[in-house]
């Protein structure tokens, strides 16, 4: 099984979506799980993991993991060069390295050109940039590649972000 997370925060809450599929071409979700949480961290630049990952791993303990394979996030796993870790490198992290964790990006660092390959998908002239961590990053930019979808972002992604932002608690 595969696991891409999303949080859309509002009104010191946060609302996290987990879109579960099986294989990198599923167009639907196998199941979709949700969770919004009060009291949320306020965001600290360079340091956004501190908001969002306890909010991850909240929702997380609704699945057996170890049924899953890989996780997606939106965002990077890796922030730069030097190889400070992002929200899912900490991730990865929190989760005993035992998963694989992608970054799947909207829109670069300057600072961060050896840890993220730019990733063009359908007539998109604008790149997501991909990361990772316990996987080969040269593969997770092919399985994020061979996604579902004609567009920039992936079927699931896009699936992930409407339900991510739709204000039904």
Known sequence: MILTFDTYYFDNKAKTVC???ENWSDNIPAQIYSETIEGIADYEPGAFYKRELPCILSLIKQ???NQVNYIIVDSFVVLNDNGKLGLGGHLFEAL???IPIIGVAKSGFHENKKNVKE???GDSKKPLYIS???VDLENAHEMIKSMHGNYRMPT???ILDTKTKERKI
């Open 119 to 121: 990733l063009l998908r």
């Open 132 to 134: 990772a961590i316990g």
């Open 63 to 65: 699945i057996d993991l």
């Open 96 to 98: 005993n390295k035992k």
């Open 156 to 158: 699931l992604l896009q």
């Open 19 to 21: 879109v579960s599929f």
